[in-house]
């Protein structure tokens, strides 16, 4: 399972959005048609299939809750993640405080991440790549050499 590529899409009036074929086509069947969403990071949306979202969990639930930033941390993440099943029409509605954290109105952005989906307001997106023009191609080939890209 893999997500990749960029969508251009919107959300009608009832707040749900649809989910490219291709992503649902890649989504493993244990699913059962099942994401989490929930806040990103940057303002914008993850979206998890329902078999990355458990291990997203492990590794939350691995961290001690003794200490105060692992507990906001764990918190700030868990707090606004909701289960969503995509209907007949491939769409998932967005809870109306998620919408709102990551300023969507109308028109969406769906970006494939691999193991994740990240959903994006356009303008919200097309501002943060400008605030972020500071990524070199020395940052690029750093990050490429630990991968061996």
């Known amino acids: 399972m893999s997500f990749t590529g960029e969508f251009y899409n919107s959300i009608d009036q009832k707040n ?4 490219p074929v291709k992503y649902r086509k890649s989504l493993d069947i244990l699913n059962d048609k099942t994401f989490v969403i929930t806040r990103g990071f940057d303002s914008c949306l993850f979206l ?3 078999n990355e979202w458990k291990l997203v969990e ?13 507990r906001n941390f764990v918190r700030s993440i868990v707090r606004y ?6 209907d007949s029409q491939g769409r998932i509605q967005i809870p109306e405080n998620l919408l709102e954290y990551a300023n969507i109105n109308k028109n969406i952005t769906v ?4 193991k994740k989906i990240e959903l ?3 303008k919200t997106l097309n501002d943060y790549e400008k605030s972020k023009s500071n990524f070199t191609d020395d940052d690029f080939n750093d990050l490429a050499n630990q991968i061996n890209f």
């Open 48 to 50: 998890y299939p329902l």
């Open 81 to 86: 993640a909701n289960y969503v099943r995509y």
């Open 120 to 122: 994006w307001d356009e």
């Open 111 to 114: 970006i494939g991440v691999i």
């Open 58 to 70: 492990k590794q939350l639930s691995s961290l001690s809750s003794i200490r105060g930033s692992n």
């Open 16 to 19: 749900r959005l649809s989910i």
